[in-house]
């Protein structure tokens, strides 16, 4: 009985993080945090890490839904596939992509004005742009891998395991993102992130999400890694310039803006 307790014990504050990590980032009805208590910096620490496989876990519910639609029309199977992506996640990168358009366009490159309306939860002509265009990109690359189920694959894995991937992978960016870049504000998201991030280990979770979608993907992964490395790199650019650091939108921004090429990437071989 000793070694049982011993290993709940230890799993105890993993599970806590998972159930905090996953109410954040989806609608997935978990129960309240368990344990109770006065929060840490160590239970934020530890959720973080857990973000790539809180992803893992909106990729299965998309696969899920692939499955059970079985050999519907395409369009039907892209539509439904996005609802599922859209409400299993409460649109909360959308969110923040939409909320870095209007503040990019109407911040006017003024750093102080740019993050006024960042927190401004309107939602302006520029935010619903972007919007629509994101779910256009995946819809549009939906169909294409709906269409392709029954022939298609990449490396290891059948095309619509694919899914399971993506949402990981755009999920490890937020990790990269606070490893590489200061936050922009001393509060908030981005700056609660950087403070209580264990630097050695969100590398490890990182470079491991990256090695297992390699062993998966074989060469393919070549691909993904330079597209979301670009992405990357070049909206870390834009937030250095403009805010000098990165905010709890412009991650999420980060997320969708990855989560987009990479299933346009896929789509785009496929085509």
Not at 93 to 105: F, I, K, T
Not at 120 to 138: E, I, T, W
Request: overall charge positive; proline content about 5%; some cysteine.
């Amino acid at each position: 009985m000793m070694p049982q307790l011993s290993t709940q014990i230890r799993l105890a504050p993993w599970w806590r993080a998972f159930v905090v990590a996953t109410r954040f980032l989806t609608r997935i009805p978990l129960p309240e945090v368990p344990g109770g208590g006065e929060w840490q910096a160590a239970d934020s620490a530890r959720a973080a890490l857990l973000y790539p496989l809180v992803g893992l876990l909106v990729g299965a519910i998309l696969w899920l839904v692939v499955w059970l639609l079985g050999a519907a029309p395409a369009p039907v199977v892209a539509t439904l596939v996005l609802i599922a992506w859209v409400w299993g996640t409460g649109a909360l990168h959308l969110d923040g992509l939409a909320d870095c358009a209007d503040a990019w366009v109407g911040g006017l490159g003024d750093r102080a004005r740019t993050l006024l309306i960042l927190k401004d939860p309107h939602l302006g002509a520029m935010g619903a742009v972007a919007l629509l265009l994101a779910l256009l990109a995946k819809w549009s690359a939906l169909f294409v891998l709906a269409s392709r189920l029954d022939s298609a694959t990449i490396g290891l894995l059948p095309i619509s395991a694919a899914l399971l991937l993506i949402p990981a992978l755009a999920r490890a960016q937020i990790l990269l993102l606070a490893l590489v870049t200061p936050p922009a504000t001393e509060t908030g998201m981005g700056a609660a992130l950087r403070a209580c991030l264990p630097l050695a280990a969100a590398r490890a979770v990182v470079a491991a999400w990256w090695l297992l979608a390699g062993l998966l993907l074989g060469w393919s992964v070549l691909g993904w890694l330079a597209l979301a490395g670009l992405l990357l790199w070049l909206w870390r650019a834009s937030m250095r310039q403009r805010l000098g650091g990165f905010t709890g939108d412009t991650a999420g921004a980060l997320v969708e803006m990855t989560e987009v090429g990479l299933v346009l990437l896929v789509a785009a071989r496929l085509g």
